[in-house]
């Protein structure tokens, strides 16, 4: 079989206008991936700018800067972290203030020492420290009685009857 210049020329071009198109279809890919991520993890438009062209110039090299500079969070990590940071923070002050004069309280006090209002009740059987509205000891599952406000009422409907 004889060597045939024209067709391996031909080859040839085919094969860099495959490789052509390729590297066309990544550089494009890259830049529309930068530009999907830097818009999740900052609405400051001149990083964004930045970002992009960092990556259209320099391509492949591009990408690793913008890697390694580019916010560790997205928008929506940071939203959830601070959701959570302020549940926390709202657990932690309802745990510790007084429902009737918003001073702080301790864990094992019974009864706001500024204000008087009742803040737990203690089980009868095994004497720990419960919940206002628990009505069964989780402790010794002993019933803990009602609360004095709904105590009071439960003996004015006794009386009724
Ligand atoms: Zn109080
Ligand atoms: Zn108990």
Redesign the pocket.
Known sequence: MPFDPSSFSGIFQYLVGFGAAFFAALWLSLIIWTFRDIRARTRDSFARILAVLVVAVLNVLGIVIYLILRPGRTLEEEYQRTLEEEALLKAIEEINT?P??G?HTREDWVI?P??Q?RLKKSCPACHKLLELPWSICPYCGAAAGETPSASTSNSDQLLQV
């Open positions: 007084c009737g004069c001073r706001c500024t204000c209002t």
